[in-house]
C-alpha cells in the first residue's frame, strides 16, 4: 500500500469546555478541541510528518470548529458529518489544582457512529501507521468493529499498527475492556499502556500486578504474540519500553506541571513520530518523554505541544530562564 500520509488515527473529537474551578460554582467555560486520537495528530504533525485523522462529527458549529482547529494544524482530515446525530461535548472541570474531572456528554454522538465505511475511505490513500486508542471501541458496538476491522485490514496492508489501551473508567468495565483488547493487540506492532492499563491486554502473570516482573512477564506475553514494541508510560515516574531486543528506561523530563491532561497522548505523539524518523528505541522513549513535558507544563490537551525546532528548549533548560 502505498503511504499518502506517515500517521493515520481515527476515533471521536470533542469540543471539550473547561472551568477554571468547581462547574457547579458557574463562571466562564473555554473552549477547546479534545480527544486522544485528534491530539497524538496535532503531536505527530508538529513534528514535521503528514498526518490525517478520521472521524464523524454532527453537522453543527461544533463539528465546524472540530475541523477548523485540526486543519489549522495541517491535518489532512477525512470525516463524515452527520446531520442527525451532534458532536460529541465534554466538560472538563479544574476541580483543585491537583485534580481535574471530565464529565461525558457523548452517549450517541455522531462519533460514535464510526463505521467500516469510514475505515475503507480512510486507508485508501495508505499510511505508515495507523494509530488507534481503546477510547474508540468502548463508544458503540458499531465503532468497536470499525477498530476490529481497521485493525485487520491495515496489518493485512503492511500498515504498523498501534494501538493505545487508554482505559476509560467512565465508558466501560475493566473487564469489558479486556475482553475487547486482548484479540485486538494480535494485530499490532506497537501497544502503548500506563503501568496500570498493561494487565488489560496481556495474559495474568500470576504475580502481582505493579511489580516490574509482572510488566515483564506481560510484555513477554504480548512479544510473543508479534507485538514489537510494548511502551509503558508511568506519569512522573518516565516511561519504560520491552522489545525482543531488550528493555528500556526514561526518566519525566523535570518540569513544572500545570496540566497533566494529555500528557500520555503527547508522550505517544514524541515516541511515533520518533519512530517514522528512524530513530532507536531510546530515542523515542526520550522524545516522547520530552512531548510529554511540553503536555503537563503548558495548558490544554494539545495546545503546549512542541514543534521539532522547540523539542531542545527542554532539553537542557533551567526553570524560570528565558531564552534570548
Same mark, same amino acid.
Given at each position: 500500500?502505498?503511504?499518502?500520509?506517515?500517521?493515520?488515527?481515527?476515533?471521536?473529537?470533542?469540543?471539550?469546555?473547561?472551568?477554571?474551578?468547581?462547574?457547579?460554582?458557574?463562571?466562564?467555560?473555554?473552549?477547546?478541541?479534545?480527544?486522544?486520537?485528534?491530539?497524538?495528530?496535532?503531536?505527530?504533525?508538529?513534528?514535521?510528518?503528514?498526518?490525517?485523522?478520521?472521524?464523524?462529527?454532527?453537522?453543527?458549529?461544533?463539528?465546524?470548529?472540530?475541523?477548523?482547529?485540526?486543519?489549522?494544524?495541517?491535518?489532512?482530515?477525512?470525516?463524515?458529518?452527520?446531520?442527525?446525530?451532534?458532536?460529541?461535548?465534554?466538560?472538563?472541570?479544574?476541580?483543585?489544582?491537583?485534580?481535574?474531572?471530565?464529565?461525558?456528554?457523548?452517549?450517541?454522538?455522531?462519533?460514535?457512529?464510526?463505521?467500516?465505511?469510514?475505515?475503507?475511505?480512510?486507508?485508501?490513500?495508505?499510511?505508515?501507521?495507523l494509530h488507534m486508542t481503546g477510547i474508540t471501541a468502548a463508544l458503540s458496538a458499531e465503532a468497536r468493529d470499525a477498530v476490529e476491522y481497521a485493525a485487520r485490514r491495515a496489518t493485512g496492508a503492511g500498515v504498523l499498527v498501534s494501538l493505545d489501551v487508554n482505559y476509560r473508567s467512565k465508558l466501560w468495565s475493566r473487564d469489558e475492556a479486556r475482553a475487547v483488547l486482548s484479540p485486538l493487540v494480535r494485530h499490532a506492532s506497537i501497544?502503548?499502556?500506563?503501568?496500570?492499563? $498493561?494487565? /488489560?491486554?496481556?495474559? %495474568?502473570?500470576? +504475580?502481582?500486578?505493579?511489580? !516490574?516482573? @509482572?510488566? &515483564?512477564?506481560?510484555?513477554?506475553?504480548? $512479544?510473543? /504474540?508479534?507485538?514489537? %514494541?510494548?511502551? +509503558?508510560?508511568?506519569?512522573? !515516574?518516565? @516511561?519504560? &519500553?520491552?522489545?525482543?531486543?531488550?528493555?528500556?528506561?526514561?526518566?519525566?523530563?523535570?518540569?513544572?506541571?500545570?496540566?497533566?491532561?494529555?500528557?500520555?497522548? &503527547?508522550?505517544?505523539?514524541?515516541?511515533?513520530?520518533?519512530?517514522?524518523?528512524?530513530?532507536?528505541?531510546?530515542?523515542?522513549?526520550?522524545?516522547?518523554?520530552? &512531548?510529554?513535558?511540553?503536555?503537563?507544563?503548558?495548558?490544554?490537551?494539545?495546545?503546549?505541544?512542541?514543534?521539532?525546532?522547540?523539542?531542545?528548549?527542554?532539553?537542557?533548560?533551567?526553570?524560570?530562564?528565558?531564552?534570548?
Amino acid at each position: 500500500m502505498r503511504a499518502d500520509v506517515d500517521l493515520l488515527t481515527l476515533g471521536e473529537s470533542m469540543v471539550s469546555l473547561r472551568s477554571g474551578g468547581p462547574l457547579s460554582a458557574g463562571g466562564s467555560l473555554s473552549m477547546h478541541v479534545a480527544g486522544a486520537e485528534s491530539n497524538v495528530a496535532v503531536g505527530v504533525a508538529r513534528l514535521g510528518h503528514r498526518v490525517r485523522w478520521a472521524g464523524v462529527v454532527g453537522a453543527d458549529p461544533h463539528g465546524q470548529f472540530v475541523q477548523r482547529q485540526l486543519r489549522s494544524e495541517g491535518i489532512e482530515l477525512h470525516h463524515r458529518e452527520d446531520s442527525v446525530r451532534s458532536t460529541g461535548v465534554m466538560f472538563l472541570e479544574q476541580r483543585t489544582a491537583d485534580v481535574s474531572r471530565a464529565f461525558y456528554y457523548r452517549a450517541g454522538s455522531a462519533g460514535s457512529t464510526l463505521c467500516r465505511e469510514d475505515v475503507d475511505a480512510a486507508l485508501q490513500g495508505g499510511a505508515r501507521i495507523l494509530h488507534m486508542t481503546g477510547i474508540t471501541a468502548a463508544l458503540s458496538a458499531e465503532a468497536r468493529d470499525a477498530v476490529e476491522y481497521a485493525a485487520r485490514r491495515a496489518t493485512g496492508a503492511g500498515v504498523l499498527v498501534s494501538l493505545d489501551v487508554n482505559y476509560r473508567s467512565k465508558l466501560w468495565s475493566r473487564d469489558e475492556a479486556r475482553a475487547v483488547l486482548s484479540p485486538l493487540v494480535r494485530h499490532a506492532s506497537i501497544v502503548i499502556a500506563s503501568d496500570d492499563e $498493561l494487565d /488489560l491486554v496481556a495474559a %495474568d502473570s500470576g +504475580v502481582p500486578s505493579d511489580s !516490574a516482573e @509482572a510488566e &515483564a512477564l506481560m510484555a513477554k506475553h504480548l $512479544l510473543g /504474540l508479534g507485538v514489537q %514494541d510494548v511502551v +509503558v508510560k508511568r506519569g512522573a !515516574a518516565g @516511561a519504560g &519500553a520491552h522489545t525482543r531486543a531488550g528493555h528500556w528506561e526514561v526518566p519525566a523530563v523535570p518540569v513544572t506541571s500545570i496540566d497533566t491532561v494529555g500528557a500520555g497522548d &503527547a508522550f505517544t505523539a514524541g515516541y511515533l513520530s520518533a519512530l517514522l524518523d528512524g530513530e532507536d528505541v531510546p530515542g523515542r522513549l526520550r522524545r516522547g518523554a520530552l &512531548a510529554g513535558a511540553f503536555a503537563v507544563s503548558t495548558a490544554g490537551d494539545w495546545e503546549g505541544l512542541p514543534r521539532t525546532g522547540e523539542l531542545a528548549l527542554l532539553g537542557g533548560h533551567v526553570a524560570g530562564t528565558t531564552q534570548r
